[in-house]
Nanobody
Framework: QVQLVESGGGLVQAGGSLRLSCAASGSIFSFSAMGWYRQAPGKEREFVARINWSSVSADYADSVKARFTISRANAVNTVYLQMNSLKPEDTAVYYC???????????WGQGTQVTVSS
């Protein structure tokens, strides 16, 4: 089993920044990628960003490119999402995700709320 615990959400004004963290524990050897999804009210969950655990390769949704940066700290099994130039449309519950490349995402965190006011 893998446990994912997010932190760092909150309320911020448009143009501001937040950094989300996701700490993984348990059978972390079972996955090779971690990342973030988000779900706004009344909308489906959508991909935000992903990073491979063994390389520096990262992917982003077009809507967040150049504003969000995903990074990892292997020593503490944690992935981060630095969110800059936040917009009201970034308001959502942000979920940490993890899994092997072939079955990504397989594990989910409980979610953390990000609210961007205009």
């Amino acid at each position: 089993q893998v446990q994912l615990v997010e932190s760092g959400g909150g309320l911020v004004q448009a143009g501001g920044s937040l950094r989300l963290s996701c700490a993984a524990s348990g059978s972390i050897f079972s996955f090779s990628a971690m990342g973030w999804y988000r779900q706004a009210p009344g909308k489906e969950r959508e991909f935000v960003a992903r990073i491979n655990w063994s390389s520096v390769s990262a992917d982003y949704a077009d809507s967040v490119k150049a504003r969000f940066t995903i990074s990892r700290a292997n020593a503490v099994n944690t992935v981060y999402l630095q969110m800059n130039s936040l917009k009201p449309e970034d308001t959502a519950v942000y979920y940490c995700a993890a899994g092997p490349i072939s079955h990504y995402p397989q594990y989910w965190g409980q979610g953390t709320q990000v609210t961007v006011s205009s």
